[in-house]
């Protein structure tokens, strides 16, 4: 989409509808919550899946990973999209995609079915990633827009804790993920159709708040752009003034382009996408989304029973939820470079102590572990440990990071590059995992991201610079400058 850096100017003091901009921003954060949501449900079920399928090592990661190939799609085109058609009616599109592929997850027959419906979600998934943010950034008053936008990050987790949640409640009812629960239906398909409900809710909020005043203004509609401004902003004089301001900005902004990443004076893709590429990627390869997709049958390997299993993924939910609230108060304090420091180290230690639990572990026969009572709580503290680590560090700032180090000019072009990256790494852990675990062990697979944790903070160290306390402005010039220097020094 079209960079928008203060689409709404703050208000005088006394002034705007600050209630208002919270009610609207909540309804388009329940995105993030069906994000969260989509990618979590999935944990509780995967053993009743390879059991209703029949499906190998492969086919197991496939069924869960797939949602991801359509999130790295749905996140690539949906800025696209709605330029074109503006950001809330393809925000009603997502809120319907997100209901027909909870309910056909929860019917399908096979895992051709499955995977069709998972990249559906997938889709939907990808496109909020997008899509929430960039839509409540543009409705939201400067000064109130900072934590408007901290609504996204902690609605994704919140939405994983439900989900985890409602796999537990469900799956305690029934007796396992494969019995028999309402209407004699499996209750793994349950959990799949409990999404229905929140997306339900999403579609009927989206239908009572105003489209975005910078497409409106782009869209030629300006009457329309003024009409919300004045209800967003509580005085008629100040949506006159914001409206010519926004058109200004759009007559002077093109549309992105992919190309954009490409340097014209070095005639080389611009060293800040590869860093924010890196950055990307290896949020993902110290297996994060191994725990909040495969939770359940990662803790019955370890041994646990699948209630056990399944309450500990209530557990880690709750850290998840705990700790970006951490990250939330420290950001603006302590910095984005410190913390993704401590993050990267802290999730390497802990990775190192389960990959050690779990690698000296005995074999309990059929892909299990037998762990003494200490062992299995040293796993539990560390895997809570890793997770607090990632949700303080990693998990918002990485997309902190993003949004803040690439400079105007092509920062369109480079979200798009670094969303796909995104999702596609998430695709290769999620999809390994299964065969890491039939072939090494976890043992292996643990000390494997462990190793990948050490990477990122020596990444961190050579290649990310602090933004916190900058202008988006004062670094896209001083990007401009280095990359002419680079230019005349080819």
Known sequence: MQDNESAIPAPDEGQGNTLLVILISMSAALGGFLFGFDSGVINGTVDALQEAFNSDAVGTGFNVASMLLGSAVGAFFAGTVADKFGRRLVMIATACLFIFSAWGSG????????VFFRIVGGIAVGAASVLAPAYISEISPAHIRGRMATLQQLMIVVGLFIAFLSNYLIAGSAGSASDLFWFDFPAWRWMYWVEIIPGSIFLISLL?????????????????????????????????????????????????????????????????????????????????????????????????????????????????????????????????????????????????????????????????????????????????????????????????????????????????????????????????????????????????????????????????????????????????AADIAAGQGA
Do not use: C
């Open 208 to 480: 009572f708040i105003p489209e975005s005043p910078r497409y409106l203004v782009a869209a030629g509609r300006e009457g329309e752009a003024q009409d919300v401004l004045q209800r967003l902003l509580n005085a008629k004089e100040k949506a006159k003034q914001t409206v010519a301001d926004i058109k200004d900005t759009v007559l002077d902004t093109r549309k992105p382009r992919l190309s954009d990443i490409v340097s014209e004076h070095t005639g080389r893709v611009h060293p800040i996408v590869w860093v924010g590429l890196g950055l990307a990627a290896l949020q993902q390869f110290t297996g994060i989304n191994v725990i909040f997709y495969y939770g359940a049958t990662l803790w019955q390997a370890a041994g646990f029973d699948e209630s056990n299993a399944l309450m500990q993924n209530v557990i880690s939910g709750s850290v998840n939820v705990g700790f970006t609230f951490i990250a939330i108060a420290l950001i603006d304090k302590v910095g984005r470079r410190p913390l993704l420091l401590i993050g990267a180290l802290g999730q390497a230690a802990m990775l190192g102590v389960m990959a050690f639990v779990f690698g000296t572990a005995a074999s309990g026969g059929a892909d299990t572990l037998e762990m003494s009572d200490n062992a299995g709580l040293v796993a539990l503290l560390a895997a809570n440990a890793y997770i607090a680590f990632f949700a303080f560090s990693w998990g918002p700032i990485m997309w902190v990071m993003l949004g803040e180090m690439f400079p105007n000019r092509f920062r369109g072009a480079a979200l798009a590059m670094a969303g796909l990256v995104q999702w596609l790494s998430n695709f290769t852990i999620t999809m390994t995992f299964p065969v890491l675990l039939a072939s090494v062990g976890l043992g292996v697979s643990y000390g494997i991201y462990a190793a990948f944790g050490v990477i990122a903070f020596v990444f961190v160290q050579q290649y990310i610079e602090e933004t916190m306390g900058k202008t988006l402005e004062d670094m896209s010039r001083e990007h401009e």
């Open 107 to 114: 019917v399908a027959w096979g895992s051709t079915p499955f």
